[in-house]
């Protein structure tokens, strides 16, 4: 199956968790409670204003005020709520239009180490709750890390997913069939360039995807690491495959949907994102996509707009509020 079921939805948060593959005897090394923070940072912003290329558009506010949390609204209506406990993210709970629980997903840790996730997903229409739960291990040391996840993926289907980290970025999801065939996770592999931004994201779906940088902006980086917490890079990778855990990434995360092909985005994860390609694989998928962002910049060199084209084609545009 290809990767449209690819977030199966693909706009709403995240997370998942992890159990590890060690021998016996074999200690678990906790993971590094430390944020990364390998490029620079600016403060993250108050607002973010997208228009989609269908000529909608968005607000997005976040609200830094309360103490041990972070507020986001969605066009003036609350959306997540993010709570912290000395640095790390405990929970994520989801509002619908209303101001109604849609959902929430809870992290557990043995001391610093995740070891669970419960995530909860209320059915707008039915009002009807089903809850999952993954648990979360890992072997290796800070320098390497290998955390399986495993659980149940939209209540009743297996879900075995290895994340590989080295230096604290992600740099493979291991991925396969589980459910009998039923649902196909891909496995990707991640390249970092010498300022440890993603320079290439190769996949066994659809095309590889290269991701070039501008020399300068930050903002929107700051975002992420704020919100995941001390371990937030931990979570980075959950987003390829929960559908129920996108919703604080909309519209970050974008999908360059193209005559059938899909490239997604995280804008601005790594710094200032200029460009978005796809790598040619085999007769299937022949051609060359290229998406470009053209950003504009404040004096403090943060990024403040971006617009994100085709050719003529247009699909996105950001004002970003700091």
Do not use: W
Not at 61 to 74: Q, T
Not at 155 to 177: A, F, H, K, M
Request: charged share 20%; hydrophobic share 35%; with cysteine.
């Amino acid at each position: 199956m290809k990767l449209s079921i690819k977030l199966l939805s693909c706009l709403l948060l995240l997370l998942v968790v992890f159990s590890c593959r060690r021998k016996k005897d074999e200690p678990v090394v906790p993971p590094p409670d430390t944020s990364l923070t390998v490029y620079p940072l600016a403060p993250p912003p108050s607002s973010i204003v997208f228009e989609s290329r269908y000529g909608n558009i968005y607000e997005i506010d976040f609200d830094y005020s309360v103490p041990g949390e972070v507020n986001v609204h969605f066009d003036d209506k609350p959306t997540v709520r993010y709570s912290y406990a000395d640095g790390y993210l405990t929970e994520a709970a989801y509002f619908d239009n209303a101001g109604n629980n849609a959902g929430k997903f809870t992290v557990y840790r043995s001391g610093t180490t995740i070891n669970r996730v419960i995530v909860e997903h209320i059915d707008r229409l039915t009002a009807v709750s089903t809850k999952d739960t993954m648990v979360v291990s890992a072997s290796g040391g800070s320098a390497n890390t290998v955390m399986t996840v495993t659980g149940k993926y939209f209540t009743g289907t297996p879900l075995n997913v290895e994340y590989v980290y080295q230096d604290s970025l992600l740099r493979e999801i291991r991925g396969g069939e589980f459910g009998n065939g039923s649902v196909y996770m891909p496995s990707y592999r991640f390249s970092y360039d010498d300022m440890n931004r993603l320079s290439l994201k190769s996949t066994d779906t659809y095309y590889g995807t290269a991701y070039s940088y501008g020399d300068a902006g930050s903002g929107l980086d700051s975002l992420f690491l704020v919100l995941g917490g001390k371990d937030g890079y931990l979570l980075d990778g959950l987003l390829f495959h929960d559908e129920y855990l996108s919703v604080f990434f909309y519209p970050l995360r974008l999908i360059l949907d193209d005559t059938g092909i899909e490239l997604d985005a995280l804008v601005h994860r790594y710094g200032a994102l200029k460009e978005v390609r796809t790598v040619p694989s085999g007769s299937e998928y022949p051609e060359q996509k290229v998406f470009t962002v053209q950003n504009a910049f404040n004096s403090d060199k943060r990024v403040f707009t971006s617009r994100v084209t085709r050719g003529t084609d247009f699909f996105a545009s950001y004002r970003i509020n700091y």
